[in-house]
């Protein structure tokens, strides 16, 4: 991912409430494409390990209504 450009997931769909993220200036950021003023920045290595402990579960936990 290179671009500028904000991109959402596939699995988003239409939908206009959906996380974003795009790389610029050596960055990954991150925002709610419905508050777009609030974003999150962090490094590609750290967002790797992040998306590492996603994809093995570490937070489901979270995805859930108690």
């Not at 925002?31 to 750290?46: A, F, H, M, Y």
């Amino acid at each position: 991912m290179n671009s500028t450009e904000w991109q959402k997931s596939s699995f988003s769909e239409a939908a206009n409430n959906c996380v974003e993220i795009r790389a610029l200036d050596g960055l990954v950021e991150l925002r709610e494409s419905d508050e777009g003023d609030v974003i999150v920045r962090t490094t590609r290595l750290k967002l790797a390990d992040f998306l590492r402990g996603a994809k093995a579960g570490e937070f489901d936990h979270l995805t859930t209504v108690p």
